[in-house]
């Protein structure tokens, strides 16, 4: 069995949820996981801001012309009147919750409810679409099965579990759909997995039932060696490790969630990148192997902060860089990126909640300095340590871009680099003249 993910673009039309009812009948019986069609969730959330704000007409605007919208949908989907009437039923029903929440007080609770209804009717009008076609598809309800802890990490066993329940219960269907990002938490609410939160959906699956393959069907042909939104001339990387892969997500490839990576990494489960507009294309396999001695692509991550922490005293005697990053585990704010020198150490973060607080605290160790507005590129490939000439080839691609900091050897996969966001598009396009388009640096 094989778990198939299909993103909001690739659902993001009656034209679109067509072509993919084609793809994912006339094979096995395999799970589909789905997202909101595109552009949803955003309206969702646009909705739940309104209702925060004690605004209820401007989130009944925002709901009556998301809800045209799939009443358009309806009409250009089924064929027959009998669909259309159930296809509008399933869409007034959910709408017509969502409303009920512009009456009532507005908490966190009521948001993530707002925030499900997206996932349950494109897997409602996906489900009816392929009934009308003759097709025995059956809705495994991801609040029945999947689940997050106090935590609000996964539950594999409880997930693992409940599905094989739900599966067993419909062992004569001939397709399994389902909700990608909605989940239960520890409570019994109605939770997500974050937003993009899909992918993580599809590779706990996968665990669960110890899938042959996770698919992760896109709009684009697998992962590029660059980020497309910013560079020209980008290309498909057909073969990443699992940690490659794992790298370049955190790092900003937005095309695989970050979360993603681990649950097929722990199962050896293959995951498979494809482009549902070109469904015949090669896309990218992500697996236990990796093919050796290449750089294979960069990513950035945005919205870094720098911390510098200069002290004239020998600074990195015993101890002292537990009580630094203990400062930062107090105020429960995760490091990406270190570099250490003798008088000074620096560190990224992402997360500016606390940064105040952090740079007091960090003042008694020397001086502090701040620089915001910073991006972590990061390089990625088959970068163990005896490899001759990658961080040269790195470092002379960005021969006239500032860097502030430089991370190597953390790991076999990566060589990570921080500049400021003003350059991160003239650094990205840098690397790929230079390391995938035999571009020579003058
Ligand atoms: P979905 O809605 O299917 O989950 P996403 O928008 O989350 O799709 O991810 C696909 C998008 O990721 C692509 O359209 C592309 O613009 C973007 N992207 C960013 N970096 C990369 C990369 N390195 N390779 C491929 N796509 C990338
Ligand atoms: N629909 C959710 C989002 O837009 C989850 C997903 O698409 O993965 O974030
Ligand atoms: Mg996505």
């Not at 093919?291 to 005697?317: C, F, Q, Y």
Request: with cysteine.
């Amino acid at each position: 069995m094989k778990v198939l993910k299909f993103g909001g673009t690739s659902v993001g039309s009656a034209q679109r949820m067509k072509d993919v009812a084609k793809l994912i009948t006339g094979g096995d019986r395999n799970i589909v996981v789905l997202s909101a069609m595109s552009g949803t969730t955003n309206s969702l959330v646009e909705i739940t801001e309104y209702l925060y704000k004690r605004n209820p007409d401007g989130a009944s605007e925002i709901i009556n012309k998301l809800a045209i919208k799939y009443y358009e949908h309806v009409e250009e989907l089924y064929q027959t009147s009998e669909y259309k009437q159930r296809a509008k039923e399933l869409i007034a029903y959910h709408f017509d919750y969502i409303r009920t929440f512009t009456k009532d007080l507005f908490t966190l609770f009521e948001e993530r409810v707002v925030l499900a209804q997206g996932e349950l009717i494109s897997t409602g009008m996906m489900n009816l679409y392929l009934n009308e076609q003759g097709i025995h598809s059956v809705i495994l309800p991801a609040l029945d099965y999947m689940r997050t802890d106090k935590n609000a990490e996964p539950d594999p066993a409880y997930i693992k579990e409940k599905l094989h329940h739900l599966l067993n219960e419909y062992k004569d269907a001939a397709l399994y759909i389902t909700q990608g990002y909605i989940c239960r938490n520890a409570y019994g609410e109605t939770d997500n997995l974050q937003r993009g939160g899909s992918d993580y959906t599809a590779s706990l699956i996968g665990a669960a039932i110890h899938a042959e393959e996770v698919q992760i069907w896109t709009d684009i042909d697998g992962m590029h060696n660059n980020d497309p939104r910013f560079v020209e001339n980008t290309s498909p990387v057909r073969h990443l490790h699992f940690e490659e892969a794992a790298e370049l997500a955190y790092f900003g490839a937005k095309i695989l969630h970050p979360t993603c990576i681990l649950p097929a990494k722990l199962n050896n489960i293959p995951v498979r990148l494809l482009n549902t507009l070109q469904p015949d294309a090669r896309g990218t396999l992500i697996s236990n192997t990796t093919e050796k001695g290449k750089i294979k692509a960069v990513a950035a991550k945005d919205h870094i902060t720098a911390i510098k922490i200069k002290s004239g005293r020998m600074l990195l005697a015993t101890g002292f860089l537990r009580k630094v990053f203990e400062i930062f585990e107090n105020y429960q704010t995760p490091i990406d990126m270190v570099t250490t020198s003798e008088v000074g150490l620096s560190c990224t973060i992402d997360n500016r909640k606390r940064l105040d607080e952090i740079v007091d605290d960090l003042k008694k160790f020397g001086t502090v300095s701040v620089d915001s507005d910073m991006v972590i590129i990061c390089v990625v490939g088959d970068m163990e340590w005896e490899n001759i000439g990658f961080e040269a080839r790195i470092i002379s691609a960005l021969k006239d871009i500032p860097v502030r900091m430089i991370s190597y050897g953390g790991s076999n996969y990566n060589v990570s680099l921080l500049v400021k966001a003003a350059d991160k598009k003239r650094a990205l396009q840098a690397l790929s003249n230079y390391l995938f388009n035999n571009e020579s640096v003058c």
